[in-house]
């Protein structure tokens, strides 16, 4: 397990087992976890792990409440 999954909130693991998450195998649906159910903190994390370029990559696979598909659009300018 990257060492950054344990700083994300517990809560967004309640389906899952924390440990099992790989950032690189479950990006998609990490992120779409933490832009819709996480905190700031989680955020800033995610950022950290994929930084604007993986984010952008991710982006066209996400599905993402309007809100949230907002914000990552805003975030990696597009």
Excluded: H
């Amino acid at each position: 397990m990257d060492d950054r999954i344990g700083r994300l909130s517990p809560t967004l693991f309640w389906d899952v087992d924390q440990a099992l998450v790989d950032v690189s195998q479950n990006g998609r649906w990490l992120v779409e976890r933490v832009l819709q159910r996480g905190t700031w903190e989680d955020w800033l994390v995610i950022r950290e792990i994929y930084g604007k370029s993986g984010l952008r990559q991710l982006m066209p696979s996400l599905r993402l409440d309007p809100k949230s598909a907002n914000f990552l659009s805003l975030y990696c300018s597009l």
